[in-house]
């Protein structure tokens, strides 16, 4: 028996052959990964280059700069590839938001040099946010970027900073020293003045981790990206779709895990019948189904948000949070499915489920979307 767990349904997000056939394509390339750890940077690494291979970071980029549709596109490859079992962590952190903070704030000079290398492959992004005594609530940033007479000068420190070692550009935000509002800049990578320390994560994920430190790193003008002192729509221009590709991802690697899940309680016999016969293996696999069928349709809400260009942060936010618990609960009930051997090497269930628990918490925490999602929706004063 080979369980069969269904995929988006890409004519009504997309409506066209061409696109259903860009779907088999990213999930064809994640399965020639599903065998594979997510901490295994090989593999990784030659699953990236597959990915670029076949143009998929360009789907979202605009038409003059090699691309060739929209965020919703690139949300459905994000979660094809996590379906066929292995995501493209770079899609998030070099296209989704890179690329999308470029293609709306960048200069004309900017969007021109960097989009094709984003689209191709042969520029990577990584994103600088978070700091160790903010997290990533800017009004209390500490990285600063004072004013030259050549440029900028950024000091300060940032955290939990994905693939900085992997990457040829680094999109940092700053506190403005003039005028106390915060600005986005490009450094160039590796840089004389910018030292990386790894962070030790325990969890098994695609990209090294690393706290960064500015010590007085000089930029030439062109560094900054958007208007000096107003980087709030264009941090949040990333930031969004970084939420719906981490949301599209969840949902792909809940679906996988449910298929290996279905797959092996179909096969496996215990007291003269199959344990998916049993209601208690099969009632926690069908709701997570169910909740996973839910996310997606708020992903495709929150993209429709984004892409019609308004405050999308609500959406967003919410299918985040959705997809998140979804993949999660869709995890652990491939992960009890499995009882013993959803521990072992062979499975890798553990190594999804971790990553999974990851993702509740990260890139914005579970408390902080809900934070947004009661004040935006709600109306409820802020608690934050």
Known sequence: MTATIDTPDTSALIGDEERTALAELAFGIGRRYEDKRFSDLDAARAHWKEVCDAGLPAISLSPEHGGAGTMTDLLLVAERLAAGGYPAGKLTISTAIGGAVLLRHGSPEQRDRWLPAIGD????????????????????????????????????????????????????????????????????????????????????????????????????????????????????????????????????????????????????????????????????????????????????????????????????????????????????????AFGGSGFTSETLMFDRFGYMRLLRSTPVSREMALNQIAVAGLGLPRSY
Request: with cysteine; glycine share 10%; net charge negative.
């Open 121 to 336: 492959g042969s520029l990577r992004f990584c994103f600088a946010l978070t700091e160790p005594g903010a997290g990533s609530n800017a009004a209390r940033m500490t990285t600063k970027a004072t004013r030259t007479p050549t440029g900028w000068r950024i000091t300060g420190q940032k955290t939990y900073i994905s693939a900085a070692d992997d990457s040829d550009v680094m999109l940092v935000v700053a506190k403005d020293s003039e005028s106390g509002g915060f600005s986005l800049f490009s450094v160039p990578l590796p840089c004389e003045q910018l030292q990386m320390q790894p962070v030790d994560v325990m969890v098994g994920v695609p990209e090294s981790q690393f706290t960064v430190f500015f010590d007085d790193v000089d930029l030439p003008p062109e560094a900054l990206v958007g208007e000096a002192g107003a980087g709030a729509r264009a941090l949040f221009d990333g930031l969004n779709p970084e939420r719906l590709i981490v949301a599209a991802q969840a949902v792909g690697i809940g679906r996988w895990c449910l298929e290996k899940a279905a797959e092996y309680a179909g096969q496996r016999v215990v007291f003269d019948v199959p344990i998916g016969a049993h209601q208690a293996v099969q009632h926690p696999m069908a709701e997570a189904l169910i909740d996973l069928e839910a996310a997606w349709a708020l992903i495709e809400r929150g993209a429709a948000a984004y892409e019609a260009g308004g405050n999308a942060g609500l959406a967003c936010n919410m299918a985040k949070v959705k997809a998140c618990d979804a993949g999660l609960k869709a995890a652990d009930a491939a992960l009890q």
